[in-house]
């Protein structure tokens, strides 16, 4: 109680800023000064950095996807998931177009709407008109492809839950953090029914971070830590999971004497990025890549495929990226204009950070096998559009941080 | 405060400071760990990487033929059609489908005569010490019929294939089946013996050799298994092959048998202990059953055998394909004396009166008699200080006296008195010869007791007993009790606790023919590794022993045995033969055997002026040496001499009903 006073001497108006402030090269050169009176065209304030990071991403992740699932045959490369990946790509683009396009501060006003569809749809997944895969029931079959709505509640309720909590005054009083833990936490049980661990536990990153910059009282973040982690144990203790999910959750924590499936996808992941060396065998050269002997390598197992071809040098590279595009969404919270879209930004932030630590970490042995994608990169529809969605919030509140 | 735009208020800068750091803070655990994995593992996960997707895969290689010493050949490798079922494929077949497989593939194997059943089918086919990537051999020769039928109905037989292998083939059927011995599939024991064998290693159902020279030389008839280095994916199925080393046969063994006298010692072997069944018994002997015999052929001027006959033999076609239990069953069935064994290393019997050569040399040697001393042979001898005993008193075989008598006249007419007198003498006097062995150690320079060391597998020692060794053996069944003048007598006759194998005696006689040089007995000239290029390794004779001969004993001794194929115990035998031109020195000897006819046994060797081949024949349960062992030896000097032609090998080996041709041998004591 007392420590929460203290900041209150702290707070200090970090939200909008004048443009005449502005802090990165490309704004001082569009800088005309305040007497200008017609600002420039807004695709001048695209993020370019950001931009060109995600397609360097996404040109590397489609390589791994070809050279993981391009088959056996060294003279006949089977070209079918590379071809879907540029597809979705395609249309992560163009989702991110029509993301930036529309000025973000009027999703604010109709963020429910998409937050009640993705409800429906995750509740509708768990029925009969969904379709379940290793245990896990998350897809519409849509053809030939499939709709994970997971993947897409992700951006809309970080959307939802900035609108949320961008209208209270900070600190948050205790309304606010359970009125946005709801939010949060309803698509969550929903995931958690399918039952997907990973998803889920993307939404408790997404929660903890949005909460801790929206001003929640260090209280509320400490309790909501301290009942998240005994949920966590006693969800491990109970019989709410099958023995393949907890053995999934605890491998890494005990990597010599486990044996089995999820040791093996373990064991086989780091002999594929350890084996890679410094440099990589080459591209299209690693042998664990080419034999299959990495389960969903293409999807959730992609930054193995990295290491081995393109070793330590390669990895270092896309996470350097992957830095390099958090950076700029860190710098566009900052520079956001409004709370709303300091709070998108911060929601996007953790989003892209948990899952990139998450998935990395778990090709790695430093993270439980949970089955999430690495944005930009894993093979996959509605993870890739969704991602590149994401991208273009943070892009729509860069371009409009003056106006 | 605020100048929001937009409604929202201000926010503590460090806590978005905050989630910079966190984000910060899990990037640099990943690089730690990424380098922890990637530059100070890699060396490691790339062994493990290149394990994951490398299986080795081993492809048979022929084995060397094994040939006479003209270069004929004894052991050959043919082409047969082999079933097999290829895991790999086989492993991807649906369960049902591949029951129903192997339930087809029963029948049709039990119908061309194979003994499988489904269940040894499937317990071959799921073993897992076979290669996944190389095809499980179920049935071996099949007819070229059923190989035809399969390859047509190749859809009703998914993942069954048939290959060609090698099979042990044997031109001259069972001849010298002793001497080159048999392979078969490698056991369990010699998978683990063999473990360690990193140049030809051992797969499952490899064949190895499991006695005779197959055995002794499959270091070197063994050829080097091809490798096959394929890549598998994660399933383990194979991709592609990497590398590939082909196999390479293994080296051909040139024996120094010469088929043609092999077949011929064989024959005269087998119409000698025939003969022998004919005869009556002597008096109230047991009959001649004449079970087992053996007769080698040597070169004594190098120790190299010409012939090592064995009977009774064996045919080893069957134990190559795959003898069934019936076959195997009768091969060990002691009823059966045992086919397998090569009698000529492996049986170990008293030499009777062929020990004399050893006796004589003792006594000669060591000063105990002189050759012209003059002995009186009254028909027997009386142990000295012996009493009370009906043992005390021997007489000679067949009671028969030569009175006054010289050593070469003991041997020509095979006196016993004159060989008791000189044991009992080395046993009475032993202080004066150096101890109570001292008759041992001079017959031990022969070689007896020990074994020649000639690369056969199994090869027996014999027994030269003494008074240590009887002492001890006595002891092992419970009594005390020692030496005496009685066992030096019994031994000086080559009688009692005195084995020897036919090998040994005929090497014995092959030293002495050659002046005293001992040879270890050569069965392998020379080893011819494969390819055009590689040298022949030659295998040099060598010398075991030297033994001081000088012309005062060997000359009345040589007197002596020459005797015996012309006026002796083998005149009879011998009736007829080129004694001028081509004169043989031999012994006969008769050795006794509790409850059984006697063991004839005959060594000889010619011709003796310029010796070029020893002989020594051996026949259980037979009667007289004179009488049975001496014309399988003479028939065998007939050829070698000259007089008769030397018939060629018949090719598949000899007719089944030998056709006598030997001379009689008469009825002399020995």
Redesign the interface.
Known sequence: MTSVDL?TA???????RRWSEGGGRTERRNESGPFRRKPPPLWRHVDLLLVLATIAISVLGALMILSSTRG?DPNAYDLTFLRRQAVFTGMGLATTVLVATVDY?RLRDWAWMPYVVVLLLLGLVLTAVGTERRGTQAWFQLGAFQLQPAEVAKVVVIIAVAALL?HP??PLGARWVGLGLLTLGLPMMLILIQPDMGTALVFVAIAM?ML????AKLRHLVVITAVGVIGVIGIMNSDVLEDYQRDRLTTFLDQDTHLGQETYNLN?S?????????SGKGLFEG??TR?????EQHTDFIFTAL??EL??VG??TV?GL??VI?WRV?RT??MA????G?LLC?GV??ML?FQ??QN??MT???MPITGIPLPFMSYGGSSTIASWAALGLVLNVHMRRFR | ????????????????S???V???A??V???A???D???V??S???V???A??VRLVQVPAPRGRILDRYGRVLVDNRIAVVVAVERNSFDNLPAAKRDEVLMRLAGELNNIGEPVTIDSLRARVYDQRFSRYAPVPVAQDVPEAFKIYLEEHADLFPSVSVQRTTLRSYPYGPLAANVVGYTGKINEAELTAFKAETAKPYALNDDIGKSGIEKSYEAHLRGTPGQREL?????GDP??VIRETPPVPGSDIVLSLDIDVQALAQQRLEQGLEAARQRAPRGDNSPNNATTGAVVVEDPNNGQLLALASYPTYDPVPLADGIDNEEWAYLNDPANHYPLNNWAIQGQWSPGSTMKLFTAYAALKSGLRAADTVFYDRGGYSIPGCSGDPHCFRSNAGGAAYGRITLPEALTVSSDAYFYEVGAQFWLQRERFGGEDAMQQYMGEWGLGADTGVPLTEERPGRLPTPQWYRNYREQQGKHEDWTAGHSVNLAIGQGDMVLTPLQLANGYATFANGGTRYQPQVVLRIEPPGRDAAPIPVDPVVVQQIDLPAEIRDPMLEGFVGVTQRGTAARAFSGFDHENWPVAGKTGTAQVDGKADTAVFAAFGPATAPQYAISVFMEESGFGGTNAAPVARALFDSLSGAAPLPEAPLGGLPTEPESGLTDGGSTYD
């Open positions: 900041g702290k707070w200090r108006e970090i939200g909008p056996t501060r961008a005054d900070p971070g801790l910059v929206a001003g086989q780091k002999i594929a990025l350890g084996s890679g060396g410094m042998t664990q034999l299959g002997n990495v389960p290491g081995e070793g330590f990895c270092a996470l992957f830095l958090c860190w919270a900052q204009r409004d709370r709303f300091m911060v932030l953790s950070v990139v630590f990395a970490g790695m042995g430093i | 405060m605020s100048a929001s735009l937009s409604g929202s208020s201000s926010v503590p800068r460090w806590r978005l905050v989630l910079g966190v984000a910060v899990l990037f655990a990943m690089f760990r990424l380098y994995l990637q530059i593992g890699a490691e996960f790339k493990q990487a290149e994951n997707r890549e598998v994916d994660a399933e991709v592609r």
